[in-house]
């Protein structure tokens, strides 16, 4: 087989696509959203926003959830444009379904990496 010819077999080779939004979605809905719920609704320690009481629990930080394993900031180096766009589809999916589980997600406040899902208390 010539060059041209074994150049033209790669270029003819099928390419795998990768639906990260339905790969992400599948994961993400697979969490226990009801262990979740229960779990916030006999949380201990609530917090409160302009008189509303809610609960969060730690979920983990964006090193252990997020696809890249890294925490963006505009200035860094070690993340790829794709790494970005992976982690906000993630992100994006997260917190979609937190919301249609009467929920919702939220950065720690000392610390950003860390993550909660939180849910207004009755």
Sequence with gaps: MGKGEEMKTI???????????????????SWDWEGLKKDLEKAEYV??????PYSSL???????????GKYWMFWTTNQSYFDMI??????EIMEEIAEENNMWI????????????????D
Excluded: A, H, W
């Design 47 to 52: 917090n409160e926003n302009d008189g509303n």
């Design 86 to 91: 992976r982690d906000s589809l993630y992100r």
């Design 58 to 68: 730690y979920i983990g930080t964006v090193f252990e959830i997020m696809p890249s």
């Design 106 to 121: 939220e950065n720690g406040e000392g610390d950003p990496c860390d993550l909660f899902i939180c849910m207004c208390i």
């Design 11 to 29: 270029q003819e080779k099928p390419k795998k696509r990768i639906n990260l939004e339905k790969q992400y979605r599948e994961e993400i809905t």
